[in-house]
Each structure stands twice: as C-alpha cells, then as structure tokens.
T-cell receptor, first 114, second 115 residues
Framework: AQSVAQPEDQVNVAEGNPLTVKCTYS??????LFWYVQYPNRGLQFLLK??????LVKGSYGFEAEFNKSQTSFHLKKPSALVSDSALYFC????????????FGQGTELSVKP | EAQVTQNPRYLITVTGKKLTVTCSQN?????MSWYRQDPGLGLRQIYY???????DKGDVPEGYKVSRKEKRNFPLILESPSPNQTSLYFC??????????????FGPGTRLTVT
C-alpha cells in the first residue's frame, strides 16, 4: 500500500534560522510527491512537487524540497524562516491505484518565533 | 479569480438532521473531490468525481453522498449526520486527476460540528 508519513507533529524554529519539515514515503513505482501548506482558516495551497528531474525542487515562498530515493524521503526546507511561515504543512504522494488521487500525511505544525 | 468556494464555512447541527455542503469551482475542472481533515489523520478522501455524472467512493465514504449534475458543482450530502462526522471538510478540484502536472485547488473549508 502506498503511504506517506510526517514523523513530527510540530516543528519549532526561530525566525531567521533554517527549517526542515520531514516526510517519508512508501510507493510502488516512481513517486510523485507534493507539499501543501494550510494557513489558519484557509484551504490548502500548493507549494511544490517532484515528478522527475533534479532532486532539489524549488517552490513558492522560498521553499524547496529534496528528493532522496535511497532514504525514500522528501523533506521540505527553507534557508531562513519567517514568522509568516507558521502554518500546517502536508506532504502528499500520488496514489496510482485510484484515479491518481493524492494520499496525504498527517500534517506538521510549523511554528516560527521571532 | 480562479477559485473553489464552499458554503457554509461553519455549521453546527444536531444528529440526524440532513445537511448539504455546497462546492463550486469556476475553472472548468473535470476532477472534483471531497476530503475530511481530522487531527493526526491528515486529509482523507470521501468521494471524488472524474466528470459530470461520474462519481466514486474514496477512502471514507460511509455516511456521505455526493452528486455531480453540473461540471462546476459537487455538493456533499449528509443524510443523517452523526457526531463522528464532526470534522473540517475540504472540496478540491483539478483539470485532471491530481498527482501530475496539474495543480489541485482547495476550497477554504467547512467546519462541521454535529451534536
């Protein structure tokens, strides 16, 4: 079965420091991986995706993610966190078995303190 | 502006009282989907629709119904809500099934409380 896991419920970072939000996946075949962000009282917004190509993917708002096939990971990173980055982050993987739907991780709450 | 709208945004109801949450998109997307979000469980798909009159069950369809009579609308129906359906619900749409080159757009969410 295909799945994605976010091992940390919460990540706390000081403003200006680098941040990492972790994601590991389990799929049969080549993974299509995604990161979404959810700000308070808002729907999910697409950040970035990996389908093929470079292992380092750049996305919106200065975020990037590193695809690591040997470690089956797709960690979200940002060199310098902002207070406004505080939000709920979801990793997702494409489910090949059902109409191409996305399987979401449980979410990681990122808190950036000034 | 390209968007997915949901109504209502907040709803408190009682067990057994039928309700409908509407979802509409203005992007001419063929694929639409409903998710529920619960703490520690992420988003779980309830139902999805590949096109008009084509709907199918997701991972947690029990207690829900949907319809897709028009391309833009995809209402979620709870015939007899129960407290375990208290959750945050999201509608989403995309040009084609998500997971490829086309982004999935999400509505703002509907927070439902069933007492």
């Amino acid at each position: 079965a295909q799945s994605v896991a976010q091992p940390e419920d919460q990540v706390n970072v000081a403003e200006g420091n680098p941040l990492t939000v972790k994601c590991t996946y389990s799929v049969s075949g080549n993974p299509y991986l995604f990161w979404y962000v959810q700000y308070p009282n808002r729907g999910l917004q697409f950040l970035l995706k990996y389908i093929t190509g470079d292992n380092l993917v750049k996305g919106s708002y200065g975020f990037e993610a590193e695809f690591n096939k040997s470690q089956t990971s797709f960690h979200l990173k940002k060199p310098s966190a902002l207070v406004s980055d505080s939000a709920l982050y979801f990793c997702a993987v494409r489910d090949y078995n059902q109409g191409g739907k996305l399987i979401f991780g449980q979410g990681t709450e990122l808190s950036v303190k000034p | 502006e390209a968007q997915v709208t949901q109504n209502p945004r907040y709803l408190i109801t009682v067990t057994g009282k039928k309700l409908t949450v509407t979802c509409s998109q203005n992007m001419n997307h063929e694929y639409m989907s409903w998710y529920r979000q619960d703490p520690g469980l992420g988003l779980r798909q309830i139902y999805y629709s590949m096109n008009v009159e084509v709907t199918d069950k997701g991972d947690v369809p029990e207690g829900y119904k949907v319809s897709r009579k028009e391309k833009r609308n995809f209402p979620l129906i709870l015939e007899s809500p129960s407290p375990n359906q208290t959750s945050l619900y999201f509608c989403a749409s995309s040009l084609v099934p998500p997971g490829g080159n086309y982004e999935q757009y999400f509505g703002p969410g509907t927070r439902l409380t069933v007492t």
